[in-house]
């Protein structure tokens, strides 16, 4: 069986963590009980040996999908030769009342609902549950209860299926067919663990909790501009990115999905990457949402006991980074190997990362008008004198920079400009407390002669004069998307000359029409990877700050179009077939497109306009 496009999927989730949903109804990925966790449905890499939750329709002739507005509660419409059915997804939630200070703002049941509804017609069909545990490592053993559900156990893990039709148990799987008229429906319920009931006769309660938790959610994001479902839709996709428990904010909901076809570039992104959460960050504050900042400074204050000290580049939701190992038993995406589980760039030197750090914090201190909860204040001279510091410390060192380059460590252009980034935000921080308290009057004028050392290095070093333009590293003749991003910061001035030469000659070498490639040298991997989406939104927002409004606007437009039909975006696009590639969905893109759109509505002054990516 040909492995669907990866733009066919959607995503529903539960603050905890994801399932990935093909247009055909069929749940081919889910992690419990985290997104970090081992994965029990994962046809997505492998459909044969990876287990999944389909739902066969004979005769099915068409389908559509559509999230309930102001949700992440799916609705897919199935066509077949005698009538039409809607198939309702959703992870069960409900808000906590009264929402408290920190910790969750609602209460995930660990189930995933399948509701089928006949809307005309007659429709028949069954449904088939075939789990494998551990990432297919671990033989599934099925049996049935008292209660007509099924028990599933693998690898010391164990899952339930409810359904209120009959299931038959098979060989490490549970089928159960139906027959529906005009208005009649089946429900199927998957629960995690195997204590206590799947919970069958709550499904009309957990589902009008669900869409009151979402639509609550949504309706307190503050954007009104003119793209206003195509951000709100990126806001959702990146609350269910967020690990309520941990307060954690992971980069993606899967792994191994190739970023070349074919090619070696597979990695797991399930992890809460420094410079990712930093960028989902300034997107929240960007919509009003100050208490998923918040949430993720929670996270960093358990997970970096040290305060900055000992910042590590990605951090799993709890417990130690496992080990990059290879799952040789899965076929991968299309074919594509390795499928990697862990990712061996957390032991990588990425100094951006304190600026990065810095920058969300700026971002949310100057929206809660510098006076945050207890728990964040307490500390803050502490993390700004330790980040400050480290920057100080490595401003000369090589590192291996945004793309995490698996090479030499270089003295990368983009690192020294969020290093200057960085101390600017230390200063700024520092400045909004006239008692001197955050950090001394002296401590402050040494982080700002600093940071003009800094400018003043990496603007002389990082110009290329032959090229024309700024380049990836000091002395080279590599092309660097990521330069663009600088700008965006700041860091360049967005109206000089040099800058304009730079993304004239970056559009020429790393362009493919609208889309960008992060740089165009030879890593050392194999394959040609594909376009990197979000590359293509900084450039929107370098054409806005140097006044070309019109040229931005027009590009945003375009680049929005190429999600899928539900407006999800994979990390990448390949030039050449428009198809999605990487791990889906991406909080780096969605980010992207929430902050540009913020920054498109911001015509006034463009100068000034919010911390971005």
């Known amino acids: 069986m040909t492995d669907r496009p990866i733009a066919d999927y959607a995503v529903i989730g539960d603050t905890c963590t994801t399932a990935l949903i093909a247009r055909d109804g069929s749940l081919d990925w889910l992690c419990w009980p985290r997104h970090d966790g081992p994965a029990v449905f994962l046809a997505l890499l492998d459909r044969d040996a990876g287990g999944t939750c389909r739902l066969v329709l004979d005769g099915l002739t068409g389908t559509e999908r559509r999230y309930r507005p102001g949700t992440n509660i799916l609705e897919t419409i199935l066509t077949t030769r005698t009538g039409r059915v809607t198939l309702i997804d959703f992870m069960p939630i409900a808000r906590h009342e009264p929402v408290p200070e920190e910790g969750p703002d609602g209460h995930p049941e660990g189930r995933v609902v399948r509701r089928l509804v006949c809307e005309s017609g007659t429709v028949s069909g069954h449904w088939r549950v075939r789990p494998t545990f551990d990432y297919a490592r671990a033989a599934t053993e099925a049996t049935g209860q008292a209660d007509g559900s099924i028990l599933f156990r693998g690898g010391g893990d164990a899952m339930q299926a409810a359904a209120s039709i009959p299931l038959t148990v098979g060989e490490g799987a549970a089928e159960g067919g139906f027959a529906l008229s005009d208005g009649e429906r089946v429900d199927l319920v998957l629960a995690h663990g195997a204590e206590g009931a799947a919970g069958l006769d709550r499904v009309e309660a957990w589902l009008s909790a669900t869409e009151d938790y979402w639509c609550e959610w949504s309706g307190r994001c503050t954007y009104r501009g003119p793209y206003h479902e195509t951000v709100l839709r990126s806001a959702l996709t990146l609350k269910l990115l967020t690990h309520a428990p941990s307060g954690g904010i992971v980069a993606a909901a899967t792994m191994g999905l190739p970023e070349a076809v074919p090619g070696n570039r597979n990695y797991d992104y399930r992890y809460v990457w420094m410079r990712d959460a930093s960028f989902t960050v300034t997107a929240f504050v960007n919509l009003g949402y100050d208490r998923e900042a918040a949430e993720f400074l929670r996270f960093m204050r358990d997970a970096d006991p040290s305060r900055g000290r000992h910042l590590q580049l990605m951090y799993a939701l709890g417990g130690p980074m496992p080990e990059e190992t290879l799952l040789d038993h899965l076929r991968g995406w299309r074919g594509t190997r390795p499928v990697r589980l862990g990712n061996a760039a957390s032991d990588q030197r990425q100094f951006d990362i304190y600026g990065e750090l810095l920058v969300a914090l700026h971002h949310y201190l100057e929206a809660v008008a510098f006076d945050p909860p207890v728990k964040v204040n307490d500390h803050l001279p502490e993390v700004l004198a330790h980040l400050a510091g480290h920057i100080m410390d490595v401003r000369h060192e090589p590192d291996h920079g945004i793309w995490e380059l698996r090479g030499p460590m270089r003295q990368i252009l983009h690192t020294k400009a969020m290093l200057w980034v960085g101390l600017d935000c230390a200063v700024q921080i520092a400045r909004s407390d006239s008692s001197h ?121 375009r680049l929005v179009a190429r999600g899928n039909d539900l407006g999800l975006f994979a990390e990448e696009i390949d030039a050449e077939t428009g198809e999605q590639r990487g791990n889906v969905p991406q909080g780096f893109t969605h980010m992207a497109i929430i902050n540009h759109a913020v920054r498109l509505a911001q015509t006034q002054d463009t100068e000034r306009s919010p911390a971005d990516t």
């Open 437 to 557: 308290r955050l950090a001394a009057p002296d401590q402050i004028a040494r982080w700002e002669r600093e940071a003009e050392s800094i400018r003043a290095e990496y603007h002389a070093e990082g110009w290329n004069a032959d090229l024309g333009a700024y380049t990836m590293d000091y002395g080279s003749t590599d092309l660097d998307a990521a330069v663009l991003r600088a700008v965006l910061f700041r860091a360049f001035d967005g109206h000089s000359p040099r800058v304009a030469a730079t993304l004239d000659r970056v559009g020429e070498q790393l362009g493919a029409g609208d889309l960008l490639y992060r740089y165009r040298l030879d890593d050392g991997l194999e394959g040609q990877e594909a376009t990197f989406t979000a590359c293509a939104f900084w450039r929107v927002g370098c054409l806005a700050i140097a006044g070309r409004q019109d040229e931005a606007t027009a590009l945003f437009e």
